[in-house]
């Protein structure tokens, strides 16, 4: 999957991602009375009006974007209903041809992990059928927990040819407060000696990133990139390029962009000499750009749009950075 | 609902919770053949079966026990059916007045965790209509991404009077692996003299708990415990002792009980001096208990019953250790 993806960004020359995280805020009101008027101001109500919105901005974006990146809350918000259109989601950006990596975060203990890798990635044997849960391309996993819960998605992805995306650097203000923390090398608390030594100066998302380097070679695709990548905020460009150089070999989501306060400039560090490596994702930039004042002129009528029109910009003010590096 | 957790604790004098972990094959065949006749060897076939297996281990347990602690990982992997099993548990569990422990271990950021915070404790408006997603009494929460994953969890709990458990030191293997590093206290990655400078020894779940004991003084119940509590594995009893200390007010979810390898004796550091403060979580161990050879008089015909014993048995484990510290 991961050299689909990358055979994807090379066709469309668009190294980005749009993420459908629809809140009923961003859904135009003529969308949101039709649903409700078919569905009440229900769970199902309020799912079936996010499908609509999602199928527009989908069928209005398809031919320019490789890949999309539903964010699963925004579903499971609404229950029931809600994953429903989730899934329904998947499903009809799979139709159209496009790679799917649910943002998920996930991460547990051995078999519990196994069974989230089964929900989103793999099959569950029923009887003497197999089924499918949710069935995306890819997910994102929490490392948190360590290799035992991180191994069982491996797997799966081995027996899928499907991929994850490790959380390494996330793109949040308080992003730091843990994973910026600065540990001792390969030395954990149970070290006889731990009292006053010292230490490296190496932040935890730089161990992690190791880890990923680790499990990242378990699984190479056919195009130089492996199945397992991870999660780094745009908003943390300088800590982008060091990943880039820890992790050579793991494709990078890359959230923050737009929205979050990232532009193309911040980008360049998490790409390769090829302009591959990284993937930049934008929802809210996207999906909701007609309530911006730069798209204002669309109008909530043609809200998709003015997702279409994001999309060519955000493709342009990427080109436009690596143009500027020589790229 | 921390207060509410500890009387029923109280009353029951079980300072445990019952996971509802349910796999196909803890399922004994006579209830998914039923199942699968009814609705297929399908998605929808196994969600039947894992509900009316839960169904008949709460029925026989409930009068026992103060809570039960659904994993959804276990219905995810069944799709949609599974997740409308997970409700149907989370509801009927109520019902019985037990408290409802969603082992969810969603962590995002701001916007998302809010998501996720009202998908499980809060509720979400839909046009004039404020409705509940999954509704369970406390979640799991994954701090990797700091504060600003965690504060709408607790927004929610305030407003909702809920509860959440941080994931401070997990009970599998591979948890040291990055929860054990050792961390220099305050400084991070971007301090000037991060080079060569000496660390304390403290190791991260530490550093964990400590923000848990802070984000716990946020939001106090009535009887000295807050509802923001945190998840430490039985598996690590000396880290116990310490995050016991470290975090007074916080309530301890102890996973690792039973099948992971923990027994009574592991547990009472993570007690206070009046066997409050940890509530004791086995699953595998309760709800597959008639696979067990301890167990296996009962029979699959009556592997609730089997599942009851269980239960009274882990009741006097727990009851032998205190007495063994003579509480």
């Given amino acids: 999957m991961i050299d689909k993806l990358i055979e994807k960004i090379q066709k469309t020359g668009a190294p980005i991602v749009v993420g459908l995280d ?15 008027a078919e569905k009440g101001e229900t769970l199902e109500g309020a799912a079936e009006a996010i499908w609509r919105f999602n199928k527009a901005i989908v069928d209005s974006t398809c031919d ?29 950006c799979k139709e159209k041809g496009l790679v799917v990596i649910g943002d998920v975060k996930r991460g547990d203990i ?31 996993v929490n490392p948190y927990l360590g290799s035992d819960g991180i191994q069982p998605f491996i797997d799966v992805c081995k027996e899928e040819k499907k991929g994850i995306f490790i959380l390494v650097k996330t793109s949040n203000p308080s992003s730091g407060e843990f994973q910026d923390r600065l540990v001792q090398s390969g030395v954990t608390a149970g070290a006889p000696d731990g009292g ?14 190791e880890k990923v380097a680790e499990w990242s070679a378990q699984l190479m695709g056919q195009k130089g990139y492996s199945y397992v990548g991870a999660v780094v905020g745009a908003t943390y460009p300088e ?13 990078i989501l890359v959230p923050g962009y737009g929205a ?12 390769d000499e090829n302009r591959l490596g990284a993937i930049v994702n934008s929802s809210r930039g996207i999906i909701a750009a007609y309530q911006s004042g730069k798209y204002s002129q ?30």
């Fill in 298 to 327: 669309f109008g909530a009528e043609n809200f998709a749009d003015a997702s279409r029109q994001a999309v060519v910009d955000m493709i342009a003010d990427i080109d436009q950075a690596f143009a500027g590096v020589g790229r």
């Fill in 260 to 271: 979050q306060g990232a532009s193309g400039k911040d980008l360049i560090h998490f790409f």
């Fill in 22 to 36: 629809p809140t009923l805020k961003f859904v135009p009101d003529h969308i949101k009375e039709a649903a409700f």
């Fill in 196 to 209: 006053g030594v010292t230490f490296s100066d190496r932040p935890l998302y730089e161990v992690v990133g």
């Fill in 64 to 92: 320019l974007i490789p890949a999309v990146k539903p964010q699963i809350a925004m579903y499971e918000q609404f229950g029931i209903p809600g994953l429903a259109a989730f899934r329904q989601t998947v499903d009809y």
């Fill in 110 to 140: 051995g078999s519990t992990s196994a069974a989230y890798a089964a929900a989103h990635l793999g099959k569950v044997q029923v009887g003497s059928s197999l089924c499918a849960g949710f069935d995306e391309d890819f997910a994102t």
């Fill in 239 to 251: 800590q982008g390029r060091i990943l880039r150089s820890v992790m050579p070999k793991s494709f």
